[in-house]
């Protein structure tokens, strides 16, 4: 099966049909979503809470995200693969952004990127475009600037920010972004975005009447647990069963219970009983 293209995204809004949208940021994970059919994988900056550590998304590095994009890349056959951009990678300049974007394309095998921002970013969006590289947008709750919206809190709760949402959606989609992820806001407000863009909105937190949905791999398989956002529904509760891995393969060793014969190799006790040692 050949693999996804924006143009495919883009005729799935226009056929009624939903999007799957995950994270991944190693092989294995992008392999295993990959062969569960998901149609786009992100490359989240995410990564840097989940994988990397960090208290946030902003000390992520385009090193750091290319490194992981790359893993990802080796792993996905079908799903298109994008790479997200990570704080100050875009926002100097457009020309710096074209560059940066590129890299994702050129180095990591990416076939498309996402950042973040509403109508403050559309000349960004424009000329990544206009170099022959695919864009997904991202209004809303956007991490990198969190600070800056009063922390991770829900978006667009009164009028006048409603419809700046609104405009944001519009004037990515008008920039030539060909998918829009809208993050935390009321499911109505996501519908009427969706409703107003040509382009198919990606929801995490913005309701049902999105065109596509997406997680962070990490949340829906309960494998990160400082923080649960009201948005994540587990679809699998790892953490309890992945330490309790842990913990016999340490009891088994430390007893000699582990490895036993079955998971040995059998012989070699008289390879070296003429050796003079």
Avoid: W
């Avoid at 095998?109 to 960004?124: D, N």
């Avoid at 969006?125 to 969190?146: D, M, N, S």
């Avoid at 088994?252 to 190799?265: A, I, L, N, Q, Y």
């Amino acid at each position: 099966m050949a693999r996804i293209t924006p143009p495919e995204i883009v005729a799935k809004k226009q056929n009624g049909e939903k999007i799957t949208m995950l994270t991944a940021y190693d092989y294995s994970m992008a392999a295993m979503i990959d062969q569960a059919g998901v149609d786009m994988i992100l490359v989240g900056d995410s990564l840097g809470m989940v994988v990397l550590g960090y208290e946030s998304t902003v000390p992520v590095t385009m090193e750091e995200m290319l490194h992981h994009a790359k893993a990802v890349s080796r792993g996905a056959r079908q799903a298109l693969v994008v790479g997200d951009m990570p704080f100050m990678s875009y926002q100097v300049n457009p020309e710096d952004a074209v560059k940066n974007a590129g890299r994702f394309i050129k180095e990591a095998g990416c076939q498309a990127i996402k950042l973040e921002g509403g109508i403050e970013q559309a000349q960004t969006i424009e000329a990544i475009v206009k170099a022959g590289i695919p864009v997904v947008g991202h209004i809303g709750l956007t991490p990198q600037t969190a600070t800056a919206l009063g922390g991770y809190k829900l978006q667009a709760k009164d009028a006048e920010s409603a419809r700046k949402l609104l405009d944001d959606g519009r004037a990515v989609a008008e920039a030539g972004a060909f998918a829009l992820v809208i993050e935390c806001v009321p499911s109505g407000i996501g519908k009427a975005v969706s409703e107003s863009v040509h382009i198919p909105t990606i929801g995490i937190g913005a309701g049902p009447h999105c065109d596509g949905q997406v997680l962070v791999t990490n949340d829906l398989l309960g494998m990160f647990e400082k923080f649960t956002p009201k948005f994540v529904k587990k679809f699998a509760d790892l953490s309890p069963i992945i330490k309790d891995a842990f913990s016999r393969y340490v009891d088994e060793v430390k007893s000699g219970e582990f490895p036993d014969e079955e998971h040995s190799f059998p012989g070699g006790d008289s390879l070296l009983q003429s050796y003079d040692a």
